[in-house]
């Protein structure tokens, strides 16, 4: 079974290197939907695959930390680089380009290493990120599966190599929370929303 939920961000990046003369050479800004599918074979006690009440926790606060901020490639021009640091409290610096495609795979691996460390309570099964969808306008949309969201070839996403602005992580409820995320340290769910 496959379950969705729809969440979405503003966000503003340069896509270097793409054909598109606009888009690789001036910063620009899409309205973004992500939608995150999640599958298993089986449901918890309340006869869910995932509770979409705790889908609007931490997983809507990392896809959150994208809205309002400029996604920046870490092998752009440094000078480009240092002025969008300087310039946006909110800013994430990524090892891939931020295209809509990498940004799907973006999001899956951060999801899928959620998924991978919240500590389960309710008889949830066993959850993967099925894909993910991410919308940059209402015509065009990428989505990842876990074959592409983990394919070298694509580039690779370490975790690691993500990095979130300080204001990002101060909006966060747990400041720590992409450190426990990176050292899988697990996330236990609220036994009551």
């Known amino acids: 079974?496959?379950?969705?939920?729809?969440?979405?961000?503003?966000?503003?990046?340069?896509?270097?290197?793409?054909?598109?003369?606009?888009?690789?050479?001036?910063?620009h800004g899409h309205s973004y939907r992500v939608e995150v599918l999640l599958e298993a074979n089986s449901l918890d006690n309340g006869h869910m695959v995932y509770d979409f009440g705790l889908m609007k926790?931490?997983?809507?606060?990392?896809?959150?930390?994208?809205?309002?901020?400029?996604?920046?490639?870490?092998?752009d021009d440094p000078s480009y680089v240092l002025a969008m640091k300087e310039h946006s409290d909110r800013w994430i610096m990524l090892p891939v380009s931020p295209s809509a495609e990498q940004l799907s795979r973006i999001i899956f691996v951060i999801v899928d290493k959620f998924i991978q460390t919240n500590q389960m309570i309710?008889?949830?099964?066993?959850?993967?990120?099925?894909?993910?969808?991410?919308?940059?306008?209402?015509?065009?949309?990428?989505?990842?599966?876990?074959e592409d969201a983990f394919?070298?070839?694509?580039?690779?996403?370490?975790?690691?190599?993500?990095?979130?602005?300080?204001?990002i992580r101060?909006?966060?409820?747990?400041?720590?929370?992409?450190?426990?995320?990176?050292?899988?340290?697990?996330?236990?769910?609220?036994?009551?929303l």
């Open 122 to 146: 309710n008889g949830e099964g066993d959850i993967k990120v099925q894909s993910i969808i991410v919308h940059e306008t209402d015509t065009g949309y990428a989505q990842s599966f876990r």
């Open 170 to 192: 101060n909006e966060w409820s747990d400041t720590n929370m992409y450190n426990k995320l990176i050292n899988g340290i697990p996330f236990i769910n609220p036994t009551s």
């Open 57 to 75: 926790l931490s997983i809507k606060e990392l896809i959150d930390s994208f809205d309002h901020s400029v996604s920046i490639w870490n092998r």
């Open 1 to 27: 079974m496959i379950i969705r939920k729809l969440f979405k961000f503003e966000n503003a990046h340069i896509v270097r290197k793409c054909t598109s003369k606009r888009c690789r050479e001036s910063i």
């Open 151 to 167: 394919n070298k070839k694509m580039g690779e996403i370490n975790l690691r190599d993500i990095k979130f602005s300080d204001e």
